[in-house]
């Protein structure tokens, strides 16, 4: 299967690309685009199900281009995203299988309703607002209001925005003409407080805001309702500004035995549960005695760095969004953690001031976007030359393009996890120690 869910068949040596085809399927294809080496197709007929193939939960199943592995056994999932992750290891870092101890994935118990975060891209349909998730490579949103792996709550507070939409005349964002109010409706569940947060093609609050809070006081978990003002042509869903409409503009989340206070613009691991389970692989490979000092690099609202800094001397985290860095030190204050400490700003930037202030550290640890680290930050960290460094990926491609890169410089990668955090997507977490040479 492709990294989007398709099955791949080959055909005289020819190869085809089959849309919600698993493996182990016999199907009949209609061929939709044919290049000289490889083409797409979507299935006609199931001849024969895989003994892997069951069936999915979701209405949207197919269109939606949220979950591509609801259609396949939770078994097999697991099997073939760390099949995945070892070969993006092999064949894009050049890390042969026997150099490393594979330390398996780790499966989720809840495959359903486990999203703490969902996005909802907002447009029109037959004359109402609906919301949804677009149609795989597109921007045609499919309606749905009950997404599976949104929690319950989360799918009615959409409801009662969309109510509040459609009963208030309130227009709805327009890509082509750049015209319109609502872009987004993004939900925040922390499970004890919730979070609503329509995203709007403008810097004054939305009209009729006391509509908005009436609709949304169904669920007595809101605790706190927030226009995010992005005004820009762009594909990126949350702007800069955020004006608070009702309620706070903070909600608090538990997970690790610690409390965390989140603003609509702070990164989050959206998967609770899971979560906890990654830290804790993550703090088995750092190793820690309770000496140490560890950098965190792309801290977030400040979790890992709380987490080790249980287990650490000192906990030094760095951060670019200014929202984030604010609450992982109220974070700190408010879960008595005084073993660390927070900077704003480019990772690359900040570390080279942390090194000519002399302060050095044992153990980095690093949870960069989807595109990895850059060049310049590897460099740096193979100046800091930690004993080990410990690298949590939402991408496991750019992890292994890393990985080769510290391997010629010094590093050699030690053990190897990878984390179901998505259940019934294509997307895994994974979590390695490399370890310097030498030590």
Not at 87 to 103: C, S, W
Request: net charge positive; proline share 4%; glycine share 8%.
């Amino acid at each position: 299967m492709s990294l989007d869910g398709c099955g791949i068949a080959k055909a005289d040596g020819y190869t085809i690309f089959i849309k919600n085809a698993v493996i182990g399927d016999t199907v009949r294809v209609r061929v939709t685009k044919a290049n000289r080496s490889y083409g797409f197709a979507v299935t006609e007929e199931l001849i024969t199900p895989s003994p892997d193939r069951i069936s999915p939960t979701c209405a949207q199943f197919g269109q939606c281009g949220g979950c591509q592995l609801m259609h396949l056994s939770y078994p097999k999932q697991l099997e073939w995203k760390a099949a995945t992750v070892r070969a993006n290891l092999r064949k894009i870092g050049g890390i042969a299988e026997e150099d490393y101890q594979f330390d398996g994935i780790i499966g989720a118990e809840k495959k359903l309703g486990y999203r703490n975060k969902t996005q909802f891209p907002v447009g029109r349909h037959k004359g109402q607002a609906v919301c949804g998730f677009y149609l795989s490579r597109s921007h045609q949103i499919v309606p749905c209001t009950a997404c599976g792996i949104a929690t319950p709550a989360a799918n009615q507070a959409v409801e009662a925005i969309l109510s509040y939409i459609n009963q208030n005349g309130i227009s709805v964002y327009d890509e082509a003409t750049h015209k319109g109010l609502v872009r987004h409706i993004y939900i925040r569940d922390g499970g004890k407080e919730l979070m609503a947060v329509i995203v709007a093609n403008s810097k004054k609050p939305l009209p009729h805001t006391e509509k908005l809070v009436e609709a949304l006081s169904v669920l007595p978990q809101v605790k706190g309702i927030v226009q995010n003002v992005n005004t820009e042509r762009t594909n990126v869903v949350l702007g800069k500004k955020n004006l608070l409409l009702w309620g706070n503009e903070q909600i608090v989340m538990q997970a690790c035995g610690l409390e965390f206070m989140l603003s609509p613009n702070s990164f989050f691991q959206v998967n609770t549960a899971q979560m906890e389970r990654l830290y804790a692989r993550a703090a088995e490979y750092a190793q820690l005695s309770g000496t140490e000092t560890v950098f965190d690099l792309y801290s977030g609202v400040g979790s890992i760095s709380l987490y080790l800094a249980k287990k650490a001397g000192q906990v030094v985290g760095v951060e670019i969004v200014p929202d984030a860095v604010e609450n992982a030190r109220q974070n700190a204050l408010r879960n008595g953690i005084e073993n660390v400490q927070f900077h704003c700003g480019d990772c690359a930037e900040v570390v080279e001031r942390l090194l000519a202030d002399g302060i050095r550290a044992n153990i980095v640890v690093v949870d960069p976007p989807r595109k990895g680290c850059d060049e310049a930050l590897l460099s740096l960290i193979e100046r800091i030359a930690p004993k080990r460094l410990v690298y949590v990926s939402c991408n496991s491609a750019t992890l292994a393009r890393d990985a080769a890169w510290l391997k010629e410089h010094g590093y050699t990668m030690q053990r190897c996890s990878a984390v179901d955090m998505f259940p019934n997507t294509t997307h895994v977490e994974t979590v390695v120690l490399l370890q310097r040479q030498n030590t």
